[in-house]
T-cell receptor, first 116, second 112 residues
Framework: AQSVTQPDIHITVSEGASLELRCNYS??????LFWYVQSPGQGLQLLLK??????LVQGIKGFEAEFKRSQSSFNLRKPSVHWSDAAEYFC??????????????FGKGTKLSVKP | EAQVTQNPRYLITVTGKKLTVTCSQN?????MSWYRQDPGLGLRQIYY???????DKGDVPEGYKVSRKEKRNFPLILESPSPNQTSLYFC???????????FGPGTRLLVL
């Protein structure tokens, strides 16, 4: 069965420091991978997605993620964190039902705190 | 503006009192889903629909019903709510296959 693991429940970084949030998935073929962000009291916003092609994906708000098939990972990175990046981040994989991939399996999320 | 709307945004109810949370999208998407979000568990899919009159169970369907009579609407029905259904609920939609899911703002439900 497909699954997504986000090993870090909570991460704290200083403003201006770099950030890497980890995501591992289990799925034999090339998955459809997503990162969403949820600010406090808000819905989910798509940061970036990977379907195929270049394994380094650029997203909104200065985020990027790299798909590494050999490690079954899709880690999210940002070179310099801003206080407004404090939020909860969810990695997700597109579920496969007989070839259609319109639904997501989510990781449990990583909460990011930013120190001034 | 392309969006997914949910109503109500906040709801307090009592055990056993039937309720419906509405979801509507204006993007002509075929796929729609309901998720619940609980602390430490992330988002879990309740039901999904691949098109009008086509629905199926997700990972946690017990205690919920859905219907898809129109393409734009996908209401979530709790026939007899219980306290363990206290949660934050999200509706989402996407175009057919390989497309990004767009989420509604969420409905926070408290069942007493």
């Amino acid at each position: 069965a497909q699954s997504v693991t986000q090993p870090d429940i909570h991460i704290t970084v200083s403003e201006g420091a770099s950030l890497e949030l980890r995501c591992n998935y289990s799925y034999g073929a090339t998955p459809y991978l997503f990162w969403y962000v949820q600010s406090p009291g808000q819905g989910l916003q798509l940061l970036l997605k990977y379907f195929s092609g270049d394994t380094l994906v650029q997203g909104i708000k200065g985020f990027e993620a790299e798909f590494k098939r050999s490690q079954s990972s899709f880690n999210l990175r940002k070179p310099s964190v801003h206080w407004s990046d404090a939020a909860e981040y969810f990695c997700a994989v597109g579920r496969v039902y007989g070839g259609s991939q319109g639904n997501l399996i989510f990781g449990k999320g990583t909460k990011l705190s930013v120190k001034p | 503006e392309a969006q997914v709307t949910q109503n109500p945004r906040y709801l307090i109810t009592v055990t056993g009192k039937k309720l419906t949370v509405t979801c509507s999208q204006n993007m002509n998407h075929e796929y729609m889903s309901w998720y619940r979000q609980d602390p430490g568990l992330g988002l879990r899919q309740i039901y999904y629909s691949m098109n009008v009159e086509v629905t199926d169970k997700g990972d946690v369907p017990e205690g919920y019903k859905v219907s898809r009579k129109e393409k734009r609407n996908f209401p979530l029905i709790l026939e007899s709510p219980s306290p363990n259904q206290t949660s934050l609920y999200f509706c989402a939609s996407s175009a057919a296959k390989q497309e990004t899911q767009y989420f509604g703002p969420g409905t926070r439900l408290l069942v007493l």
